[in-house]
């Protein structure tokens, strides 16, 4: 059965560094795979997405993720990190249909 | 992408009551799903909101708690029926958008329910 870990519940990291949230997939077929964020009392926002071609995708708010197919892993990374970039971040894959499969979100705190 | 809207925002509801949350698009889609998201807990699909046919379900949701409607491309509505504090979550729509086969999805600001 097709599924996305996110190993981490949270991460910290201080502003102006740059930060990496893990995610990890079991698909068959080709994954298309997804970021979301979720703010504070706020639905998700659609940050970037993997279907094929260069390995690097990059998103909105700075955010890039890395599709490593040997790792089976697809990393959000941002160079730099702010205060606002605070929030609860989704991993998310489809299952070669429409329906997408979330990992369980990982918390980022960016610190003064 | 699509803008979403959501209402209510939030309501408290009693035991054994019934709540609808209505789902509006600022343009006609063909995909919409509703989604469950409990307290601290990632998203769950509960189903897939067809235009002009029955909503179909995942496992473990089903109609008569969770009956759907989609009269129209452009709206949607999801009742939670005979409610129990167990049903306490966010209730987010979303609507798949960005092109054919783009699957990306975007989502409304949610309803938060609390059952007492």
């Known amino acids: 059965a097709q599924s996305v870990a996110q190993p981490e519940d949270q991460v910290n990291v201080a502003e102006g560094n740059p930060l990496t949230v893990k995610c990890t997939y079991s698909v068959s077929g080709n994954p298309y795979l997804f970021w979301y964020v979720q703010y504070p009392n706020r639905g998700l926002q659609f940050l970037l997405k993997?279907?094929?071609?260069?390995?690097l995708v990059k998103g909105s708010y700075g955010f890039e993720a890395e599709f490593n197919k040997s790792q089976t892993s697809f990393h959000l990374k941002k160079p730099s990190a702010l205060v606002s970039d605070s929030a609860l971040y989704f991993c998310?894959?489809?299952?070669?249909?429409?329906?997408?499969?979330f990992g369980t979100g990982t918390r980022l705190q960016v610190f003064p | 992408s699509a803008v979403i809207s959501q209402k209510p925002s939030r309501d408290i509801c009693q035991r054994g009551t019934s709540l609808t949350i209505q789902c509006q698009v600022d343009s006609q889609v063909t995909m919409m799903f509703w989604y469950r998201q409990q307290p601290g807990q990632s998203l769950t699909l509960i189903a897939t909101?067809?235009?002009?046919?029955?909503?179909?379900?995942e496992s473990g949701f089903v109609i008569d708690k969770f009956p759907i409607s989609r009269p129209n491309l452009t709206f949607s509505t999801l009742t939670v029926s005979n409610m129990s504090p167990e049903d306490s979550s966010i209730y987010l729509c979303?609507?798949?958008?960005?092109?054919?086969?783009?699957?990306?999805?975007?989502f409304g600001p949610g309803t938060r329910l609390t059952v007492t």
């Open positions: 909101a067809n235009q002009g046919s029955e909503a179909t379900y």
């Open positions: 993997y279907i094929t071609g260069d390995n």
């Open positions: 979303s609507v798949e958008d960005g092109g054919f086969g783009s699957y990306e999805q975007y």
């Open positions: 998310a894959s489809n299952d070669n249909t429409d329906k997408l499969i």
